[in-house]
């Protein structure tokens, strides 16, 4: 298919490298020159405007860092609104308000004609280029049908949950549920290591019981080799944590859990490690210079 892709950063790149291998041409938009350069060295043809990236696409996929920026690279100037095809689906990859998700789906929808899928994903940027991602996505049936061609080749798995907007709100699930556990797995290595135990072993040692996850066989590795380059930024997290807490607040949920772990990233980032890895919060346990 004929894609525009907006937003070339680290999982904008994973995006793309997999589309181009899968066959697909893609046009690109990033606000950093630098990275429109940079994706032409593996397939991409660089836009000069999300409304370039967008004009003769068959669909519009965007991975952008926060809601301000999606609703600028759609509706602002140049933006692919002004271009897209009365039978295209946009197809947003990335983590934005549940309630302003669903208001500029409608929005383009009456605009232009235009299909909107929020398809929030997990898995980081490795996973995007080796098309492994786990994708939860909300949409009408007839546009969710008309992308699942090219969602399939990126994911390890697909799941229509229900809606516009319904991607988003599984998303904050999906927050809840990892990035409160950066914060269990730093409090339980750092116990293993005051205790003594050969925490390289403990994979195996648990990994069968109840305290093994995909998420420990990830990250407890590169928490034990101090790893702390961004595979997804520590900033990143803290905006997703305040993003469950406004949806917690809308819904009247209780999260108690993912507020302590989101003031704890706070701290982080209030002593400029706002560019570390999420599990670099590993440090507020260990003692180590933050």
């Not at 920026?69 to 308000?97: C, H, K, M, P, Y």
Request: aromatic content about 4%.
């Amino acid at each position: 298919m004929r894609i525009g892709f907006l937003g070339l950063g680290l999982m904008g790149e994973g995006f793309t490298r997999r589309l181009i291998e899968l066959g697909h041409e893609v046009k690109g938009f990033d606000p950093r020159q630098e990275r429109r350069l940079g994706a032409s060295e593996w397939g991409v043809s660089p836009a000069d405007s999300p409304a370039q990236a967008a004009d003769g696409a068959d669909l519009v996929l965007t991975c952008v860092t926060t809601t301000d920026n999606l609703e600028q690279a759609v509706f602002g100037a140049s933006g692919a609104a002004e271009t897209i095809a009365r039978d295209a689906v946009l197809v947003d990859f990335s983590t934005t308000v549940v309630a302003r998700t669903t208001d500029m789906a409608q929005r383009l929808r009456t605009a232009t004609g235009a299909g909107w899928v929020d398809a929030p994903v997990s898995g980081g940027p490795p996973a995007a280029t080796a098309g492994k991602l786990a994708i939860m996505a909300g949409g009408d049936d007839a546009d969710i049908a008309r992308v699942r061609p090219v969602l399939d080749g990126l994911a390890a798995s697909l799941v229509h949950v229900g809606a516009v907007g319904a991607g988003q709100v599984t998303k904050m699930v999906n927050q809840v549920c990892v990035l409160t556990n950066f914060v269990v797995l730093a409090e339980a290595l750092n116990l293993a290591e005051r205790g003594g135990v050969d925490t390289g072993k403990l994979v195996d040692a648990l990994g069968s019981g109840y305290a093994g996850s995909n998420l420990m066989r990830a990250m407890w590795p590169r928490m034990i080799a101090r790893d702390f380059e961004p595979a997804g930024y520590l900033r990143q997290v803290l905006k997703d944590l305040d993003m469950v807490h406004d949806l917690a607040h809308d819904v009247k949920a209780a999260i108690p859990m993912s507020t302590q772990a989101a003031e704890l990233f706070r701290l982080m980032a209030a002593r400029g490690h706002e560019d570390l890895d999420g599990i670099a919060v590993l440090k507020l346990f260990t003692g180590e210079p933050v």
